[in-house]
């Protein structure tokens, strides 16, 4: 099995992390470890920018000011598309 060992002070970067994943990804298909193999081309995907997660937010989670920000964004939206 492949290690990629890196320097505690040394900074990841996106492309480095993807990269790792693929090395990840080769090694589980050799070992027939296909779940780890999906995981590793989920977060791949993930971390390209190709899969985007929604997140569903409550107004029960924002603040009056926040709410209020949201409607007027969407006060917004409305009059634009009505011009």
Same mark, same amino acid.
């Given at each position: 099995?492949?290690? &990629?060992? %890196?320097?505690?002070?040394?900074?990841?970067?996106? #492309?480095?992390? +993807?990269?790792?994943? *693929?090395? &990840?990804? %080769?090694?589980?298909?050799?070992?027939?470890?296909? #779940?780890?193999? +999906?995981?590793?081309? *989920?977060?791949?995907?993930?971390?390209?920018?190709?899969?985007?997660?929604?997140?569903?937010?409550?107004?029960?989670?924002?603040?009056?000011?926040?709410?209020?920000?949201?409607?007027?964004?969407?006060?917004?939206?409305?009059?634009?598309?009505?011009?």
């Amino acid at each position: 099995m492949n290690i &990629i060992k %890196q320097p505690v002070t040394e900074f990841l970067t996106r #492309t480095d992390l +993807i990269q790792d994943l *693929e090395v &990840i990804f %080769q090694n589980a298909l050799r070992d027939c470890n296909y #779940t780890a193999a +999906i995981r590793a081309k *989920e977060l791949q995907g993930k971390y390209s920018g190709l899969m985007h997660q929604k997140k569903k937010i409550s107004l029960k989670d924002m603040t009056e000011e926040d709410i209020l920000l949201l409607i007027d964004e969407a006060k917004n939206i409305i009059n634009s598309t009505n011009d």
